[in-house]
């Protein structure tokens, strides 16, 4: 699972074999997780986060959005958005 960015107690993250999936983030902050897309940066799956704490991390994640399609992309070896 490779660590895209950390801040806090959170941590950015892919599954290493969703790679056949668009492109997506997972973000794990203490016991909560949420699946973000990023293609549009909407929310794919909510473990414990409410609604105030998903604003802020797609907030987080429109701003790093290009870093993190990058490390994708490099990761998984091609251009998948």
């Known amino acids: 699972m ?3 960015d950390r801040w806090n107690n ?6 290493s074999h969703e790679g056949n999936e668009p492109a997506h983030v ?3 902050c203490a016991e909560k997780s949420v699946k973000l ?3 549009d940066v909407t929310l794919a799956y909510n473990d414990g986060f409410n609604a ?3 604003a802020r ?3 987080r994640v429109r701003h790093r959005r290009d ?3 990058e490390a994708w992309n490099e990761y998984f070896g091609r251009a998948r958005s």
Not at 10 to 15: H, N, S
């Open 2 to 4: 490779p660590t895209v």
């Open 10 to 15: 959170c941590r950015a993250y892919f599954w």
């Open 26 to 28: 997972y973000i794990d």
């Open 37 to 39: 897309w990023l293609h």
């Open 52 to 54: 105030v704490e998903i």
């Open 57 to 59: 991390l797609i907030d």
């Open 67 to 69: 870093k993190y399609k």
